[in-house]
């Protein structure tokens, strides 16, 4: 299940980070990108109402094995190529 999962991840933010971003609910670029245990997006206003419980680095070492790598956010990608979050 960790090897599956982590190679999907992987995948997705390699070859589609606007549905790894919409995914994981980013909406601005970030090096080193926290993983975020309770997050309630607002889609409306493109930020996420509440985002707790962090892990530094998390999301960025999940998506590329690289703790200070750079997770693009949806604010990023026009409007018509993000999914929904």
Known sequence: MFITGDFHA??????????FAAMEAVWETQKAAPYHLL??????NEHNIVE?????????????????????????FSMEMRPPV
Not at 10 to 19: D, I, L, N, R, S
Not at 60 to 73: I, P
């Open 10 to 19: 992987v995948e997705v933010a390699t070859t589609q980070p606007t549905k």
């Open 39 to 44: 997050v309630i997006p607002d889609t409306k």
């Open 52 to 76: 707790a419980l962090a892990i530094p680095k998390m999301l960025s070492y999940l998506a590329y094995h690289d703790g200070n790598a750079e997770v693009k956010g949806l604010k990023e």
